[in-house]
Structure formats: C-alpha cells, structure tokens
C-alpha cells in the first residue's frame, strides 16, 4: 500500500468517527448541529497542531525536550485509555458527560484530549514523520481530521432525524455498541501498556 494511503488509514482507524459519536453523545444529543460543528472543528484544529508538531520533532520530542522514554508515554496513555473505558462499560455516557464541561469553546478541549490526541494518534503521527516528507505526512494528518468531522457531521445530522422517529430503539442501539465499544477501547488500552514495558525491556 502507498505510504501515505498507509498512514491516512491508520489515523482513520485510530479516530474511528463511529465509535467517537458513542463518546460524544449527550453533545450530539444536546447541541444544535451548528454549534456542533464548530465545537468539532476547534477540537481537530486543537489536535492538529499536536499532530503536526509530533510528525515534525518524531520521538526526539520526548528523549531530547522532555527527557522521558516514549514507553512512558505509552504506559500512561495506556492506563488513561483503560480508566475511560472502564467507566464507559460500567456507568455508560454519563461517565464521559463528567470529564468535560463549561461552555462549547472549553468542551472543544476535552474532546481534543483524550478522544483525539492520545498515544496511539501521536504514535502515528511520529510514524508518518518518519516514513514520509513532512509535506505529505501533514496531508494525511489534516486529510484525516477533514474525513472525521465529515464522518460526524453526518452521523449528527443522521441522529437529528432518527432520534425524532425511533428514539427508543436509537438509545438501545447506543447504550449497547457504546458498552462493546468500551471493550475494545479497554483493549486497545491494555495493549498501549503492553507495547510500553516491552519497549523499556
């Protein structure tokens, strides 16, 4: 596969836009699909020059300015993940509702961090600095964060107009692929954990 197909995929595996909508439900719920949008755009911008920063100083960004081994970094991202899912699985989208709130223009940052950037996001970001120009590792990261706002515009505007006609089997749609999201979320996390202490052995 071209190499920037390659990295385009991994980042749009890792955003999973379907399974980001289970997470940022009660906003889909309650914002108006405006002010939804702009919500999600101030987040992938937050993201996006995180991203961009990462595929331009790679891993040299935590050994060399902030003196730590990436493992730690996977480690930590790793446990963060697995609390979120853990919560998730037991006590549903109120759990994520509690780790964010204020006005839309603070919201933007709880979603940036954890839903957006996290070890697995910045990971593919020093992976595409590494095995592209930064001109076409940029490309993919921004193409990728234009492809996921696309992808939960439409599921917002999807939601909009089911919600009206099937609003009790929608919440047990969500309730149940929220749940067995959370498994894989926890999965992923546990696996992040994995990757760190192999790597500092």
Sequence with gaps: MDP??????????????????????????????????QVLVRASCISGVVFLLFAWGGEAIFTDILQVEFASF????????FLIAMQMLFIGSDAIKRMRGGNPE??????????MIGPG?????????STLSYPMAAGSIVLSLFLTIIMLAVLKYAFDIIKVRNASLLERYIDITGR??????????????????????
Aim: zero cysteines; aromatic letters at 10%.
């Design 4 to 37: 920037f197909l390659k990295s385009l995929a991994l980042f749009l595996v890792l955003f999973n836009p379907f399974l980001m909508s289970i997470y940022l439900l009660d906003l889909i719920q309650e914002l108006s699909f405006r002010t939804f949008l």
């Design 74 to 81: 996977l480690i930590f991202g790793g446990l963060v993940i």
């Design 106 to 115: 603070h919201i933007s940052g709880s979603i940036a961090m954890p839903f």
């Design 121 to 129: 996001t910045i990971s593919a970001s020093v992976l595409a600095g």
């Design 180 to 201: 067995a999201g959370a498994l894989l979320t926890g999965t992923i996390g546990v696996q992040m954990i994995i990757q760190g202490v192999r790597h500092l052995s």
